[in-house]
């Protein structure tokens, strides 16, 4: 079923140059997401959002669609133009590793969770408002509406399986290991040399590719605002789809991007 979608989007993408088409926010049907596959010894298989259960499939289509398209279906909560999967690739249905953006399959089951940022224990819609008051630079969603109840709907569908706080190794960004010493002037040669194709001039994103600072961009309170994940995600996600940075060149244009002005977090 899933291939026949996927097919003739893939061969689109080819035709009119892989990204030349597509919106940054359809790319994603561009890949064709693993299935089932061993990761560091665990199981990964992640099911679709339309394979839902009758009961909550209305409810896990809304989430997957406000993964995809908040500026839609969330509009008064985001404040920039990336998408949740601008970083969470495909709505976080993904294994992670090489060019698999931050996987959020099984994140159900890791929450409640202890967060040094927050110095509390948050769950998983603590978690989520997060990412909206800082990847998004929005506002945070109520608890109790219908979005945030289908987001949390889906992050438990595509957890299905996933022993409940047992070892997920494919969440989360892994760190690059290394002594050097970041360089913003070596940075911004990369930047220009590799970047600049698809996230513009000045990183203010274009048609094919969000922005990396500036007014539309996540927030200096995000994760990805901290230049060893901004690293560790260029490293393993970008240039999308090749990721062929060294770990050195990943650092220096973290050094240099993540020194570009952007929103302020405000508490
Ligand atoms: C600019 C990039 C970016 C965007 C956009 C973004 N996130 Fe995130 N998100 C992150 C980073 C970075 C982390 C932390 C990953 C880690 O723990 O290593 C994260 C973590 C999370 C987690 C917890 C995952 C875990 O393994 O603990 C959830 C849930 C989440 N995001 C949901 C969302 C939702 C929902 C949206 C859209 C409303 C969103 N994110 C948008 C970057 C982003
Ligand atoms: C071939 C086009 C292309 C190139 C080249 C490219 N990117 Fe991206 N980038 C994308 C697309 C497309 C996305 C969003 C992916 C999605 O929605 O599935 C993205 C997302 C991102 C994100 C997370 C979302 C955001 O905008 O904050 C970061 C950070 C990022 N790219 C950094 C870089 C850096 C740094 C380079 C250069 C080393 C680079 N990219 C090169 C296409 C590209």
Known sequence: MKIKVLLPAALLALLVGAFAAANFGDSVFARSPQKSMM??????AAPSPNEAPASIRAAVMLGYNIMNDPQKYVSQYVGDSVTCSSCHFNGGISPGGKNGGLS?????????????????????????????????????????????????????????????????????????????????????????QTCVACHGMDGQGTKIAPPLWGKYSFNDGAGMAHLQNFAAFVHDNMPYQVSNLTPDQALDVAAYVTAQPRPHFVK
């Open 39 to 44: 990761v560091d010894g665990v199981r990964y």
């Open 104 to 192: 959020l399959v099984g994140v159900a089951a890791k929450y409640p969770a202890y967060r040094s940022r927050s110095g509390q224990v948050d769950d998983i819609i603590a978690r989520t408002n997060a990412c909206f008051l800082r990847s998004m630079n929005g506002k945070a969603l109520p608890p109790d509406s219908k979005e945030m109840v289908a987001i949390v709907t889906y992050f438990h569908w595509i957890s299905k399986g996933i022993p409940i706080y047992g070892r997920i190794p494919w969440l989360g960004l892994k760190h690059i290991e290394s002594r050097h010493k970041p360089n913003a002037v070596a940075g911004k040669k990369v930047f220009t």
